[in-house]
């Protein structure tokens, strides 16, 4: 997990986490519940969204080496 988030999205997470959990005893379940939720989920779709793209990144320089690898070769 590490290797994919790094401890600015780490943060993020808690800080996210700690606030929806305040707010939801704060408010009770209420209609602002409903609001906070949906910031939750954005949260979680931005994080969701930068680890799939540290992925794509890994494997995409992964197959840019062999490619400079066989070019080498030749």
């Known amino acids: 997990m590490k ?3 790094d401890s600015g ?3 993020v997470i ?3 986490g700690l606030l929806f959990i305040v707010a939801l005893f704060v408010k009770g379940f209420t209609h602002e519940l409903l609001l906070e939720a949906g910031v939750l989920l954005v949260s ?3 994080i969701m969204m ?3 793209n540290s992925l794509y990144y890994e494997e995409l320089k ?4 062999e490619i400079k690898t066989l070019l080498k070769e030749k």
């Open 44 to 46: 979680i779709k931005l």
């Open 14 to 16: 808690i800080v996210t």
């Open 50 to 52: 930068a680890y799939r």
């Open 62 to 65: 992964k197959e840019l080496n």
């Open 3 to 5: 290797n994919h988030f």
């Open 9 to 11: 999205t780490i943060l």
